[in-house]
């Protein structure tokens, strides 16, 4: 019996006296009970000692086996413990991870959070594409899309990152020339900052109750940040999610119009291919984003 065979053999063995049995540890190694029992007999065979005493339904250890046993449980561990090592080295986030934004969020949001990203796993390169335009991500081969809003494809996952509150918010300067609504009806006598990707017709719930209000501007973007810069300079009302304004709105750069009227909610998602998660570089961005991205949850409770 080589030093091999002779390991082998004393993790079986080991793995018998766990189970309780021959027929038991034949079925979690997958071997059958022939082959088991043949292992422990040349390894008695080797060692010149009976380990067990067997009867046609158990079996007990020998005082020579109790003792064996202890050794052999030690090198089932050590190698156990040394698959694992391997394993963690096997699942550290390496290669290319090609990821998608609009302007605005990837900006503002997502390339800080790649950038921490990378100090933490130096091993992965970040492909980055930022446009406001929706991208086919299966066709032009990217891993991860940030979108909000809830998905229209069916070939696609999603996993959360975050929620926030939309709000109806204007400058000071605005404000000063046009007056400030008091109710959600004289929202539709302002000029607005409109943006391509919010509603003409707001849908608010103020007090309970529902109002549909339909609005209009000189100004329409189809950018965050433009809509921004204009909502800054006082061209009129926007709605912006309140995690992008609310240090503004803080200092008094911004007021928060109609505070009492709330606005559906904004979902930022990551979305991506079936498939695509079961990669550790993946994984380990998507948990990452999510982490960095907590404390703007409004649907995460704190800790």
Not at 128 to 149: A, F, K, N
Not at 210 to 230: C, H, P
Request: hydrophobic fraction near 40%; glycine fraction near 8%; charge should be positive.
């Amino acid at each position: 019996m080589s030093v091999l065979d002779e390991v082998r053999a004393m993790m079986i063995f080991a793995r018998v006296v766990e189970d309780g049995g021959f027929s038991a540890a034949a079925r979690k190694m997958g071997l059958s009970r022939a082959a088991v029992s043949h292992q422990i007999r040349q390894l008695e065979a080797k060692l010149g000692v009976p380990l067990l005493r067997r009867s046609t339904r158990n079996f007990s250890l020998t005082d020579a086996g109790a003792r064996y046993y202890d050794s052999c449980r030690t090198i089932t561990l050590e190698a156990e413990a040394a698959r694992k090592r391997v394993e963690v080295l096997r699942d550290e986030p390496v290669g290319k991870i090609s990821i998608t934004s609009s302007v605005h969020l990837g900006t503002m949001r997502i390339v800080p959070i790649l950038d921490r990203f990378r100090q933490t796993y130096p091993g992965v390169a970040i492909d980055v594409h930022l446009t406001d335009e929706v991208v086919d991500l299966i066709g032009q081969g990217i891993d991860i899309g940030i979108r909000s809003g809830p998905l229209k494809s069916s070939d696609l996952k999603s996993f959360k990152l975050y929620r926030t509150h939309r709000i109806v918010a204007a400058s000071p300067a605005c404000v000063a020339r046009d007056g400030l609504p008091e109710t959600p009806e004289q929202l539709a006598d302002h000029d607005w900052v409109m943006y391509s990707r919010v509603p003409e017709t707001l849908r608010l719930t103020c007090n309970d109750q529902e109002k549909r209000i339909r609005v209009s501007g000189s100004v329409r973007v189809d950018n965050a940040t433009a809509r921004l810069q204009f909502l800054r300079g006082g061209h009129g009302l926007a709605v912006v999610p309140l995690c992008d304004v609310a240090d503004e709105i803080a200092r008094g750069d911004l007021i928060h119009v109609l505070p009492e009227c709330k606005l559906p909610d904004l979902e930022v998602f990551a979305v991506f291919a079936d498939g695509v998660t079961r990669s550790a570089k993946i994984q380990s961005l998507l948990e990452f984003m999510r982490r960095e991205m907590r404390g703007i949850d409004v649907g995460r409770s704190a800790g």
